[in-house]
Structure formats: C-alpha cells, structure tokens
C-alpha cells in the first residue's frame, strides 16, 4: 500500500496545484514534497533488511497482454526512494529565490516527474518499469524547454530524440523477453530473470539494454546531449536530471541488464567497462578546459558516472555496494554544485570562471559551503564520496588492477579541475563583477544545510545505508552465480 | 595527524593522511587573496593526491590479498609469505608512491619548496613535525611487509639517496630563506628514506624526530628574522642580525644541530644513519659523506650570510629591527634546547648509552637486515664518528672563508653565474620539465578531446544521424507526387511482389 501512496502521491498533488490561486505554489509543492518524503522515511523505518521486495503491490493491469501493476521496494528500491523523495524538496526549495513565469506549471511538473521517478524505482514489470520511465522524461522535457536557456528549442529536441531512442531499444528488448516467456506471455520481472536465454541472444540483449541505460546516465560515447541539455536548462531542470534521472540508468543496469543477461554481461561486460573507463578520464580532461563552471560540473559528472557505471558492471559485491552509495553521494552533491553556481549565477549573470573571483571575501559561507561540497565531490576521506568511491576502486581492482588504477586517475584529476573551479570563482581578489555579492539568504542555507550533513553523515557512518542494500546485491550475486 | 599515527588499520590511517594534505591545502592557502599562493597550495594538493593513488591501491590490493585492513592481521598473515613475492613487492611500491607524495620525494617534491607560500609556523608545522614525515611514518609502520620486499628497498634507497643530493644541491644556491630550509628538508628527508631503504627503520624515526627539533626551530627562528625585516626573505638583503640575540643563538643552535656538531641531536642520528650505510654499501657511504659536506655548507652559508656581515637592507628595514615578543621566542628556546640534547633517547652504547628509542621501539619494528649496531666493533663506530666530525669542521670552515673572510653575496645576474651554479639556483629546472612534459601535453589533449572529439567527431555523428534523417525523409516525401495513376501503379507492382514472395 505504502508503495501505491509512494508512486501516486506526488501525482495528485501536482494536480492539486492548479487550483490554488496567488503566491502560494512554492510554499504548497515544498510542503507537498516534504510530506512524500515524510512517507518514505515512514517506509525506510518499516523496511527490513533482507533481500526480498516489501510493500508489495500485485493487481492485474491489462490482463489480456499478461500486464500487471506489480511493485514493491527492495534494498537498492529503498536507496533510490530516499535519494528521490529527500532531492525534491531541496530542488524545490532551492527555486525560491526565483521568480518563473507560470509557476504552477513549473512546480506541477516536478512533482509530476517525481511520481515517474517513484514508479520507476519500484516496479517489477517490464511494461509498468518502460511507463514510468517515459513519464519521467516528459515532465523534464517541458521544464528544460520552457523554461531553459537560450538554445532550448534545439537543444531539448536534441536531449529528447536521444534519449528517446534509448528507450525505444529498451522497448524492443522488453518485448522480445515478453514474447520468449513461456505460456501465457507476462512482463513480470521475474519471469524475465528465469528465462535463461542462449548466449548469443544475451549479448544481443545486453546491448540493447546498455545502450538504452548508457544514454541515459550518460556513458562515453553516448553522452553528448548531456553538456548542452544540463547547461541550458533551468537550474531545477539540471539538478532534477543530474541528481535523480540519471541514477534511473544505473539502476536499471542493476535491476534489468544483470539479471536478464548474465552472460551477455560475461561476454560483452569489459567493453562497457571500458567504455566506462574512457569516459572517466576523458571527462574530466575535458572538464579543466571549461570555462563555463556550469559546463565544467556537467563534464565531471560524466566522470563520476563513468566510475559508478564501471564499478557496479564488474559485478563485484564492492563494486556493487560502492556504485549504489556512490549514487546517493553523487546525487546530493552535484545537486550542491549546481545549486552554488545557480546562486553565483543570480547575482553576477555570468558563469565565466575567469570573470569571477574574491567571492569569499564577500560571502565566506557560501565558500564554505562550496568548500565542503566540493571536498565530498573529489572524494576525501570522511566526506560521502570517499566510501563510495574506495569500495568502487576495490571492485574494479578485482575485476582488472590495471582499469583501476586508469579509472583511479579520477581522483588526481577530479582535484585538478574542482580546485580550479573554486579557486578561480571564490579565492583570489575581488573584481568589478563579484565587487557587490550578497552571502546566502535563509532559503539559500536551509538547502545546502541538509546536504552538508549528508555529506558527512555518508562519509562518517555509511553503515545503515550499506546494510540496506547489501542483502540485495548478495541475492543478485547469488541469483546469477547460478 | 593523530588519526593517522593512532589507527589501527590502513583506512583510518589514508583518513588521517588526507586530512593533513587537506589541512596544508588551506594553511598554503591561507592567504587566498594571493592568486599565487593559492597555486602553491593547489600543486600541493594535486601532488598529493597522485601519491594517495598509489596508496589507495595499496590499500585495496591489502585488502584484497590478506582480507583485512588491520595492521595486526595483514602483519600475521604476510609473514607466511616469501621474501620478494610479486604481490609484496607491488604492495609495497604502491605505498611507496603515497609515500613520495606526501614527504616529498623525487619526483614528487617540488611542491613543498612553494608550499613556504604559507605563514612561517605552517611551515615549521608541516615541514618538520607533522605532514611530510606522514610517508616515514607509514612505512615503518609497515616494516614487516617491506622487509618481506628487499627489491622495494633498495628502491627506496636509491630515491631516497638521490632526493637528499639533488635537495642538498638545490638548497646550496638559494636566496629565499625558507626556500633553503624548505630544500634542506627535502634532503633530510632523502637521509630517511636511505635509512628505511637500508631496513634500518629505527634510524628513519629516530632521524625523524631529531629533524623535527632542528628543523622546527630553524623555521621558527627564520619566521623571527622574516619578522624582524618586515617581511624580507631574501637573504642577500640580511646580514648583521646577530643584533637580535636570542633568535640567532637559536638559529645557531639549529644550524650547529643539523650540520652534525658533534653530541649535537643532529650528529647522533645522522651518525646513526652514517655506521648503517657504512655497513651496507660504498656507494651510499660516499654519497652520504658527500651529502653530509654539502649540508653543513648550505646552513653555515645560510647563517653567516643572515646573521654575520653588514647589513644589506634599506634604512627602514634598518630602523625597524627588533627582537620577537617572549611567545615567539620561548617556544624556540624550547626547540633549541632540543635540539642539542634530543640526541640522548637514543645514545649510542659508545658512550655508555643504551638505544633507548631502539629498544623502545624492537617491540614493533624488526631491523630488515641486522639488529643494532653490534654488527661493527666500537672502534669503527669511533672512527665513522670522527669521518663526520671532519666533515662538519670542513663544511664550516669552506663556509667561514667564502662568506666571512671574503664576504662573498650571492649574485643574482645570471650571466655571472657559473653552469653548474645557475643549474642549482634554478632548482635544476624541474617545474619547467615537469610544465613540459606534463601540463602542456596534459592541455593540449584536454583541448584536443574537447574541440576536435568531442564537439567535432562524436557530436557530429550523433547530428549527422539527424541530418541523414531529415534528408531521406526529404527525398521519400518526394514520392507523395498526389498522381492517382503513380499511387495504383505502385499498389498493383507491391501486390505482384507480395504474391510472388509468397509462391517462393
């Protein structure tokens, strides 16, 4: 039931928005979202921790076409649910110090994606999983082109049809499984994971199924709507796609790709990897040559999701476990970074690295709450993105010492570009722009504040969060072994 | 750095080694208006971080041979292992690499030369006491698996050999006074990884910590006279500052320390160091002795050029001479009493001593080759004492007679200066090598994949997949000619076709 509440809530209350009249959306979505984040904790604290799905939901759909609505949150569902439901009202809240034309829309659709996202996380079948999946893309699509930068038009179309096409592989891989399951034919995820398939049709699977799941993250080489889209949409956009989307790709590696082909994984797997592994270093070369700090977090986010991608396809219990922390980490904090550059945008109308500087002699806090953020985002001890990505190196390592120690240059490189990026925008002496610069407003800090403990929290204490997973990531282990 | 020497496993310890890189990120950086101070503390960050790789992987590969992190486990455990295992070796590399980033060895010290960009206590704080002997610290902690790795020592010799030379040789030039303590401290800790190289462990620490005295109080003292001169750190514009009398007494006591004054902290550990290569092989024996004259040169040089001679700066530098308040100088007095006597908690049985540190520590350190020094006769001991007490006497005096007699000042024409000289004094032109072979290539690829793969190749792809799109979808709309006649002549021609497939 809990899971039905999940899904649907945020759905009814983007409707709910339409009729409330005055300035009132904002406080109404953030309330909204905070009382969907509410409800899933209530779930976390029912949750236990074994490798079974809880709070299942199982009532035919279309019968005729063997489709049901079946749902329910496992350990890796959990995770997910939280990063959703604890993102949302940051990047809700993070929106009020601006001022967009036609709001309810605006918040509307948000909260509408979040409900896709809900779905998408939760479902255990084939068809209900391809829905929700699309709902998701829909609202995000209207928010970067409504609202987005100045070459939206292009720019959205572009992040559409790519995206799209990765989706439609997944349909076309979905329905082939659908027609090999045996009797009457189902989309039941299960059914799919017994199907054990021939090798040569695995690995025909596997790609249609990474490539669909590699455009979404986005992995090397299929990444370049990624830089445009997160640059030109509006900052709620980025942070919706960067913190939340992409983790629909990952997570679909985790719970579509690997069980269902195995062997396709056996046989092809290393390419991925290393494709994976290209992007990491590719990525963050290309980061320290951006001038655009904007551009430059959406170039080391294709970094990170190139370790998280390489890790958790190695199939290794660490490289698992450190793809689905690094996951949440990831999320909170590059939401972080988007945010403090939306804030230095605000209030300079420039994202020019080399036309900022000094911003710390006028707003010491956001310099320090960059500092942090940008500390967890290279990965320093007792910050979140250390656990994460040592228990990836250690996964990666034991598929292959040489790829680890290629993918570990992220973590020289990551601090390259990142202390570039900070001392270029907050040290130095002021200048003509940055001379005038407010420090954070009390909407400002109440949005960096939860995720500055987050960062700590996952960086000092990961266990509650590692344990959640764990029992699932052995049962998949185990799942597949066989 | 508590946390890194109290850990009890190899995490706990890159948790403590990461923070101290991340504390002298921020003092380098302390001064953040200084757009090149914050370069220093950036390429000290960055160069630490290539050597966390190396101990990141390290740690992995512990965790994945042994199972564990905890040093107890990993130590049980790797003693069933051979000596020269292929795995131990590759561990003991990889912690290594962390090493040489984080105490600055070749070739990853030319950061801690720009680190002095800090304020002068952060320098005496990571320079002597805390950060860069984190490396020393790590590998004598991990004695047993380095032990089990003779190949990996005598790599640690050599590098450790040769960044005491090249240290040594670059700090004879240098102008800067912090920039001379700060190459002097890459070459002292050269001295310590020669001494874990050559498996004496002990030596290393008790190195260590003697360098921790002199070395803090000469930084101290050099920040008092920096005070003193308003800020001037050139020592060509110095001279005469034994008018501040309680900083160059502890300067002096400092300087006497480590270029080996006889009873000295300094002189005990370094002879310690001395016997053990002595024992081990010529060739870091001589280099030693070498290293040990160019020592005693710099700092004499140093000392003589700041403290003796005429004054070189402006009036109102002249005028504004003055000693340091009591809260500097008491801490120095402290150091510097340390200095002359630290030596003791390990005096040699020689003299009636009892190698109180070694003995303290044979708990947990196993020498890798020898124990002790009862491998040579107290006579030759005496002897090797009296080789490095030489040794100091003539770096002195060649230091007394160019600087004093001859009051020679260094010159900053280059075209004065002989090859060899204008080599060191440009710190044998490493950063430029390094900008070189590594930033320029490292930009010009990042731009390449930027410009030209990125935005011309793989993107052009993705839209020329559109563009063919639009284009055929252009040339098929063509066929929607609206001519009755065309539409039935192609139904009757896909009809025949249809039923011609299905008679096959």
């Known amino acids: 039931m809990i899971t039905l509440i999940l899904i649907f809530f945020p759905l009814l209350s983007a409707l709910a928005l339409f009729p409330v009249k005055g300035k009132n959306i904002k406080i109404l979505a953030l309330a909204f979202s905070i009382i969907e984040f509410i409800l899933c904790l209530v779930a976390a604290f029912q949750f236990e921790n074994n490798a079974m799905p809880q709070f299942m939901v199982d009532v035919p759909w279309i019968v005729s076409l063997g489709i049901n609505f079946k749902a329910g949150i496992d350990g890796i569902s959990m995770l997910l649910l939280l990063l959703t439901t604890f993102l949302v009202p940051l990047i809700i809240l993070s929106s009020f110090q601006n001022e967009y034309k036609n709001p309810k829309l605006f918040y509307a659709l948000i909260l509408f994606m979040q409900s896709g996202l809900m779905g998408v996380f939760t479902a255990l079948d084939g068809f209900l999983f391809y829905i929700f999946w699309e709902m998701a893309l829909i609202p995000i699509y209207f928010i970067c082109l409504l609202w987005g930068g100045q070459e939206r038009i292009r720019i959205t179309f572009k992040f559409f049809i790519y995206t799209l096409l990765g989706s439609l592989l997944m349909l076309v891989a979905l329905t082939y499984l659908y027609l090999q399951t045996p009797g009457k034919h189902t989309f039941d995820l299960l059914a799919f994971y017994s199907l054990h398939l021939d090798r040569t049709t695995q690995g025909w699977i596997f790609w249609a199924l990474f490539i669909a799941f590699a455009v979404k993250m986005p992995v090397f080489p299929f990444h370049t709507w990624q830089p445009d889209t997160y640059t030109d949409a509006p900052p709620q956009g980025t942070m919706l796609l960067s913190g939340i989307m992409l983790k629909m790709g990952i997570y679909g590696l985790v719970r579509l790709l690997m069980p269902i082909a195995p062997l396709g994984l056996q046989d092809w797997g290393y390419i991925a990897i290393i494709l994976s592994i290209i992007g990491i270093v590719y990525a963050s070369c290309i980061a320290f040559v951006q001038k655009d700090v904007k551009r430059l977090i959406a170039y080391s986010s294709i970094a990170h999701v190139g370790l998280i991608s390489a890790g958790v396809l190695t199939f290794t219990l660490q490289g698992l476990q450190g793809g689905m922390l690094q996951m949440f980490s990831h999320g909170v904090n590059v939401v972080g970074l988007f945010f403090i550059i939306d804030i230095i945008q605000k209030r300079t109308n420039t994202r020019t690295i080399t036309d900022l500087g000094g911003i710390r002699l006028s707003a010491p806090l956001l310099a320090s709450f960059f500092m942090v953020i940008m500390l967890g985002s290279i990965g320093l001890p007792l910050t979140n993105g250390f656990i994460g990505e040592f228990l990836l190196f250690t996964g990666i390592f034991q598929y292959n010492p040489i790829f680890a120690a290629i993918s570990g240059l992220t973590i020289i490189l990551g601090a390259v570009y990142m202390l570039k990026a900070y001392q270029n925008t907050m040290l130095g002496e002021k200048n003509r722009i940055t001379a005038i610069f407010p420090d954070l407003v009390l909407s400002e800090k109440l949005v960096l504040i939860p995720i500055v403990i987050m960062i700590f929290w996952f960086g000092i204490y990961p266990k509650p969060f590692l344990q959640m997973t764990e029992p699932t990531i052995k049962n998949l282990i185990t799942i597949i072994g066989k | ?504």
């Open chain 2, 1 to 504: 750095m508590l946390l890194l020497v109290l850990g009890s496993n190899y995490l706990v310890m890159f948790v403590g080694w990461e923070g101290v890189g991340l504390c002298s990120y921020l003092l380098i950086g302390f001064w953040f208006k200084n757009k090149e101070f914050n370069n220093a503390a950036r390429k000290a960050f960055v160069m630490n971080r290539i050597g966390d790789l190396g101990f990141l992987l390290g740690i992995i590969l512990i965790f994945i041979t042994f199972g564990s992190i905890n040093y107890a486990d990993v130590f049980s455990h790797a003693k069933s292992f051979s000596s020269n295992n292929p795995t131990l070796v590759l561990i003991t590399c990889l912690l290594f690499v962390g090493a040489m980033g984080k105490s600055a060895q070749i070739p990853l010290y030319t950061w801690l030369p720009d680190a002095m960009a800090g304020p002068t206590p952060v320098s005496a704080l990571i320079h002597a006491a805390t950060m860069v002997t984190a490396g020393i610290y790590m590998i004598a902690r991990s004695n047993v698996l380095y032990t089990l790795a003779p190949v990996t020592l005598s790599f640690i010799a050599i590098i450790g050999g040769a960044t005491a030379l090249l240290g040594a040789a670059i700090a004879m030039t240098q102008n800067d006074i912090k920039k001379v303590l700060a190459y002097s401290t890459v070459s002292q800790l050269g001295y310590m990884f020669l001494a874990l190289g050559l498996g004496s462990y002990t030596t290393a620490l008790f190195h260590l910590t003697t360098h921790a005295f002199f070395k803090a109080l000469l930084f101290l003292s050099a920040g008092s006279v920096i005070h003193a001169m308003g800020g001037e750190q050139d020592i060509r514009k110095m001279g005469e500052l034994n008018k501040l009398k309680a900083t160059s007494l502890c300067f002096l006591m400092g300087t006497l320390s480590i270029a080996g004054m006889p009873f000295f902290a300094g002189f005990i550990s370094k002879d310690e160091l001395f016997s053990v290569a002595y024992e081990h092989s010529q060739v870091f024996f001589g280099l030693l002795i070498l290293i040990f004259a160019m020592t005693g040169f710099y700092m004499f040089r140093l000392y003589f050029l700041v403290f003796n001679g005429s004054f070189r700066g402006t009036e109102h530098q002249k005028s504004h001479l003055h000693e340091s308040p009591k809260t500097m100088i008491i801490p120095m007095a402290i150091l510097a009493i340390l200095s002359v006597v630290g030596g003791f908690i390990n005096f040699p049985e020689v003299f009636g001593g009892n190698h109180g540190l070694s003995n303290f520590l044979a708990n947990v350190i196993k020498p890798a080759f020898y124990t002790g020094e009862a491998g040579l006769s107290h006579l030759t001991e005496l002897f090797l004492m009296l080789i490095s007490t030489l040794i100091f006497i003539i770096a002195l005096v060649a230091a007394y007679v160019i600087y004093v007699k001859k009051s020679v000042i260094p010159v900053s024409d280059e075209k004065e200066m002989s090859l060899i000289y204008r080599l060191s004094s440009n710190k044998f032109y490493v950063d430029e090598i390094y900008q070189t072979i590594i930033i320029v290539p490292l930009n010009w690829c990042s731009n390449m994949f930027y410009h030209f793969i990125e935005n011309s190749f793989i993107d052009n792809i993705v839209n020329a997949t559109g563009r063919a799109m639009v284009f055929g979808s252009n040339k098929i709309r063509l066929a929607q000619t609206g001519s009755i006649g065309f539409y039935i002549f192609a139904m009757v021609i896909g009809i025949i076709m249809m039923l011609l497939f299905n008679l096959i």
